[in-house]
């Protein structure tokens, strides 16, 4: 079992900066890709990036890239996401997620963090 718990969101102005951080526990960090996804109200969910278990493969979905960062830190069992030029479209609650490897898909969830972003 893994537990993952995101923290770093609020409120910022458009063209600002913000890291979230997702730290995990219950199993070897090392051993999981992990992700990032986000939800806007009266949306559906949206994928944002992924790093692999190595931290060598990264993918992100157009509408961030150039902007966001991907990160990891297995020594602190720790995802970071790094955003900046942040846009109002950016809005979201923001989930992180662990991959094992073993079949298709995500894990396991986090309960998300809210980003805001003003114009």
């Known amino acids: 079992q893994v537990q993952l718990v995101e923290s770093g969101g609020g409120l910022v102005q458009a063209g600002g900066s913000l890291r979230l951080s997702c730290a995990a526990s219950g199993l070897t960090f090392s051993s999981l890709s992990m992700g990032w996804f986000r939800q806007a109200p009266g949306k559906t969910r949206e994928f944002v990036a992924r790093?692999?278990?190595?931290?060598?493969?990264?993918h992100y979905t157009d509408s961030v890239k150039g902007r966001f960062t991907i990160s990891r830190d297995n020594a602190k069992n720790t995802v970071y996401l790094q955003m900046n030029s942040l846009k109002p479209e950016d809005t979201a609650v923001y989930y992180c997620?662990?991959?094992?490897?073993?079949?298709?898909?995500?894990?396991?969830w986090g309960q998300g963090t809210q980003v805001t972003v003003s114009s």
């Open positions: 790093i692999s278990r190595s931290g060598v493969m990264i």
């Open positions: 997620a662990a991959d094992m490897g073993v079949s298709s898909g995500y894990d396991y």
